[in-house]
């Protein structure tokens, strides 16, 4: 599962990729750091992340991106260390919505479509 998040500031993807990224010898993990570094983004995180020692975990950013302040490997809580990650992001600002609904009782009866399909109350 990959998640990511980007703003006019950054982009920040996080996800467990299955693959040892950590290994040299794998050529799809290999392949895909190379993607990566051509697309000028780097892997923050350095250390085992599965409990078989290797680096399963990916959480990349641009080079040129301040978003991430950092990333921390903590304990095991499965056969997966905990990621914590600190941003540096604001909350969003909030968006106000007008919600606007037609009435659907009519007489005792839900009305569904233009008086079709009545069902009493």
């Known amino acids: 599962m990959l998640q990511n998040y980007v703003t006019a500031d950054g982009a920040f993807l996080v996800g467990d990729l299955n693959s040892h990224v950590d290994d040299r010898s794998d050529y799809w ?5 190379n993607i990566l570094t051509y697309l000028n983004y780097h892997q923050l995180i350095h250390a085992p992340t599965h409990k078989s020692g290797h680096t399963l975990v990916i959480a990349v950013t641009r080079e040129t991106d301040d978003i991430v302040e950092y990333v921390t490997v903590k304990g095991l809580i499965s056969d997966h260390c905990l990621i914590e990650c600190k941003l540096n992001i604001g909350k969003p600002p909030s968006v106000k919505r007008t919600i606007t609904a037609r009435k659907t009782a009519i ?4 009305c569904i479509y233009s008086g079709y399909h009545c069902i009493a109350h």
């Open 29 to 33: 993990a290999n392949r895909f750091i």
């Open 107 to 110: 007489n005792g009866y839900e």
